[in-house]
């Protein structure tokens, strides 16, 4: 089995939530947070500043650790590292060549009523997301090995 490091941006702007549409006609239509895998020897938070500008157009940094997750496919386990992370600027724009070959076929801010009446991930998003950002957090979260729905 294939064994992948990934990490993801979760970027709060005016009490909404960066995300974007993983759509493929026939197979699957979700929203998640922008993020992916690792390349070479670049950090893990180079990682996640690269994967929101290719996903989304948009320039962060990054503030904390959130989130590690486990997740796994008949072909492939992977753990993912999800970073709260600021916006600096820039235009929100799926149009590069790395989102599209991912079938990314939108991207914006989106509230919390979205996040509770679509098809979003990760699964956290939806459950206690929001009361550790309103509390403040004092060290990563571990979420359990959990089968991925759509690869």
Request: glycine content about 8%.
């Amino acid at each position: 089995m294939k064994q992948r490091i990934c990490v993801g941006a979760l970027v709060i702007n005016n009490d909404k939530l960066l995300l974007v549409n993983h759509k493929r006609e026939g197979r699957y239509d979700f929203w998640v947070a922008p993020g992916g895998g690792v390349k070479g020897t670049e950090s893990l938070e180079e990682a996640t500043v690269r994967e929101v500008k290719e996903e989304t157009g948009l320039n962060v940094s990054v503030v904390k650790l959130m989130y590690v997750e486990e997740m796994y496919t008949p072909e492939e386990r992977s753990i993912k590292f999800w970073y709260h992370c600021e916006l600096i600027d820039g235009e929100l724009d799926c149009s590069a060549e790395e989102a599209v070959a991912e079938y990314i076929v939108g991207t914006g801010f989106m509230d919390k009523a979205f996040l509770n009446t679509n098809e979003v991930f990760p699964p956290m998003l939806k459950s206690g997301f929001w009361d550790k950002i309103e509390q403040g957090w004092k060290q990563p979260e571990f979420i359990s090995l959990r089968e991925l729905a759509f690869y």
